[in-house]
């Protein structure tokens, strides 16, 4: 027999909202208290509902007033059949506590769900539920007749906020899953355990006067915890544009490879990368102009070579957010976009693992607490292309040779809790990646060297300390070494960049409506370069045009020579910004980066000024306005001072964009918004001559003559996570243009893309099961046309007859992707199998045109044909 | 005067005879795979099937003149270059055609589009086979050319600090060839050169020379009296072309630095080999070396300057019939010759 059971998931929106104030860079206001039912009151089961053996859930959403006092109860996802008019007639009833913010009482707004559901009979008597282990009596303890843990079955996660209940005397577990109940009478009693998304278990315990039953439940999921999602709390919304992507989201988006970073390639403003490289590239800029920052260290590299996974294991990361214009003051070194990665503070309570495996690389993942406060988490993950490649040629029976990636990368962290909600943390990782040789004849790899490898390593650490409940200090040490070498034969190139990087950054709120946040950024670099290398010698054939002199001049006699320097380089970085509310409604933010950067004795320098607007106009809409300067040096490369110009400015941009969001119940959200990009003193091949201080004629490689613009809109549909379903709209119509040389008018830049649209979903399916799609349709990159040739009789070769730049386009790109999953659960552990599926309906996507010896003919190099990928996850 | 092509922008649909790729477990296999194992259907470069401008020589290639700063080309310099046109039109021998020699300073695509900024140099008809034009150089056109080349005015304002800073090595006249009359007007540029005497003692740049073609590295076949050297083959049968050329053709010289010494160098020399039909294994060979990197010290000159003919084999195209050959030579700085030959099928024994 099955009896009605209600289950009110009201402390987690809370709590995650506190999580996420929490990880805010420069502490916002901070929810100090959740607010906690005091008055629960539980709704009537529909009857005729009950009757049928109908179970629903009902999304809420309720506001309370700094009294604790239900002001509204709006239903957002209503289920019908008299649940909605239940849940909302129950909830109006309910009493608080209130909400702190910043340690006094405060208004909230809660979104939770009504769980209606017809409970599962109890556990047979001798406790041999598979979902509950009963424990031992224990020592005694006045008034504590039940205590225990709940935890997720799987993956032991505690289950916060789980109802307890024996003889109608309840206690919800708390943020590790502990639970008590106190003042039971003796005897063989029932413990009921029912929450969210979970499925109801029970279990008999004897409780004896004086004594203390320990229990564990091992709950059963039934669904995604629609709280997984992360919440995009007011107080974060500090930007015009930010995307945010939720832990589920991360590693089930189809055509990602199961790579949380991948997913950002799906959101409005980025524009498809050729093949599966995973450029980033944001709003027809180039991939150097964006910058990639793990817990705010820039890195060099974020995704392996030639399509692999990015560099860190999922299960460290905590969120990613992709900025993909008007970004804040505490971001520099980019004209474009931003993506911030922040992995994972939390301490774990008990020892967790993970490992994946797939048929290209595996990985390892482990957590635990080491002391009391105190965590680690490591992870290693090694690619095997060259090993499998050559395998998998021979049982083909087929012979072949192949250049494949050979990467591995590593992550450690350390935690500590200090006093208060003050904490340390130590985070290295690094990644190496090198190009080998995979080839099922022996000889060939005798034979052929490739010496190609970057890599990278840091080691940072971060100090938050709050010394008042207002303000709060976060200092950040990092160092860095990055290694590029490449190896061809017998000259050799190396470049090692040593950095160290120092960050403070305050945030202090001086009114409930002002609060400021200033930091400081100081860097030194040693760039050391190293060469034995065919010499550099010019060319000095009349007729011949100035790359021809002084590009292509090595020394063809054989002669090398060593190069050996190490340059020295300084930054600095003040900045500050204020996030102003004058009325509870608007939100202002303005702000100022300066940048200094110190090369080769010359000083580089740059004030910034960036301003954001957000105004909440009601019923779910946001208004919202950004306008700002950015600015980078040029690529490193292009600053030497023997191979670029070591005098080359500062390039610059101006960013503005404005738009629109709605949101309805968190789960429905359209975010539209205009941006217009000018870019100013690019970086660009010259082909100027000059002469020097000395006297000799020399070529300037580089000069900052190249300039462009960027201008169109972008548009996002997004459902939300919710216990079946996720997915989301991303439109983006734009246009990207360019000219590399002041007396050149504007053509559409490499990789201007007219209309990009990705529609992704995801759904479970239910035991275990979860599938998703994803549909892009993209406009083919700009591609120069060629018209006719002429024979150049001096070389005997031909050269095309261009038409105007970029004037023509590659064919539509459209591609399907799919992604099927199945979990198993385990009471301790979980196992997954997945297959991901590129391109299902191999559509020959054009990436490029090859043209036959006079331009005649073409040829299009498609993209990747049908591509699945194999793989199994174990979690504990 | 609308000179621009007709074309479309891409002239071709796509000809893939790319074998369906089968599914694909390696991300770097499925990468590699459309570069590597795909037919594009391109034509060989080495197989002459129509109208083509297959080379141009000018006689001299170079013209030095007293080195006299700011080295302006003196109006009394030699300026009457031959300059010969080597044309194939398969199947339409004999076909009456139009030379244009015009001259300018070449636009990005390598033509003379302007018509205020091109100089008509000579026109009239031309064939399949040599034809010579005479031209001279207006010292109008070396005056402009001169005033637009940047290295000239680079080297002016070096010298102009340093006396001693003699850096500039010559200007190049460039002369473009409009062939008309075909399915379609071919459009060939070849250069001219006027330099001073620098270093001192500098030589003017000539022409290489072809000698005779060697057979599967039997004895060296001369050219006759018509300049053609004959060949006989066996249908299917494949043989290995060298070419000989006088020790002259690959000259040393010397050439003004940017930082004002001298480089010694020597030519490096590459052949391209053509025919009306069968098939070459490479369609052109040079002695540069192609990787600076391993580039062996003790070069002199690699051995592989051949190339191997396979002829028509019976039934397929040009079995049977002479096979026409053209094999040209180029020194890297405007110096060009060529040898021609002709195949005839060996009767069957």
Redesign the interface.
Known sequence: MKRPAIIAALLLPALAAAQEYKRDEAKPPELTRPPEVIGFVPATYPPEAMAAREQADVTLRIDLDATGAVTAVEVLAPAGRGFDEAAVEAVRAFRFRPAEVDGAPASIRLEYVYHFRLEEKPAAPEGGSPDATAGTAGAAEPGVSVRGVVRERGTRLPVVGAAVSVDGVEARTDAKGAFELRGLAPGRRQVRVVAPDYAAASAEVKTADGRVADLTFALRPTMENAYETVVRGEHEEEAVARYTVSKREMTTVPGTFGDPIRVVQNLPGVSRSP??LGLLLVRGAYPGDSAVHVDGVPVPLIYHF???PSILNPRFLDRIDFHPGNFGVRYGAATAGIIEVRTRPEVPDAWHGAADLN??FAGGYVEGPVADGMSLKLALRRSY?DA??PL?LKIAGSSGT????VYYDYQARFDAKLRGDDRVHVFAFGSDDALAL?TTDDRTSDQVNLSTRTSFHRLTGEWLWNPTATLSNRLSPTLGLDVATFD????AVEMVTVTGLLRDEVSWRLHPRLELRPGIEAGIVRYQFSAF??AI???????SD?AR?FDAG??????KEEISRAIHAGSFAAYVDAIWQPWAFLKVIPGVRAQSYFYLGRERFRADPRLTVRADVGAGVTLKAGAGLYSKLPPEFYLDPDYGNPDLDMEWAEQYSAGVEYSRARVLGIDLQGFYIRRHDKASRS?????DDA????RVPYENDARGRAYGLELLLRHDMTERFYGWLAYTLSRSEEAQAFDQGLSPSRFDQTHILTAVASVRLGRGWEAGARFRLVSGNPAT????????????RY?????SRDS?RLGLFHQLDFRVEKTWEFEKWMFAMYLDVQNVY?ARNP?F??W???S???????????????GFKGEF | MNRGPSLPPYPSPNPPSCPSPLPLLFLPLALALPLAACDTGFEDPALVKDLRVLAIKAEPPEVIFPAVAPWAVPADVPRAFDLTVLIADPGNAGRPLTCSLSTCVPDRNRRCEDPAATTRLAEGPCADGETTFRVDIPSAVTAAAQAEDPFWRACVQAAAADPAANCWSGLAVWIEVRVSGGERDLYALKSVVFSPELPAGRKPNANPLITGIQLDEGAVVPPGADGVVPIAYAPGATVRMDLTRDAASKEEYALPTFEGGVRDLVEYLSIQFLSDAGSFSQFSRTDRPDNPFAADPDLVEPAEMWSKWTAPAAGETGAGRPVRFWFVMSDGRGGVSWIRAVGTPAPAP
């Open positions: 093949f599966v030639l399509g692999g048929l290209l292309y499998v490649i998998a192949s250049v494949v990636p995979a061809m034969g017998e000259g290398a065919p010698r010019n060319w000095n054939v009349p007729g100035v002199r090595f020394d063809e006699t054989g002669e082909r100027t001559v000059a002469v006297g000799d004629v020399t046309p060629r018209l006719d040739s002429t024979y150049l009789a001096d070389t005997g050269t095309p007859y261009l038409g023509a191999y990436e045109r090859i036959d010896y006079r005649r003919k073409s040829y299009e190099i498609t993209g990747i044909p049908i591509l699945p990928t194999l």
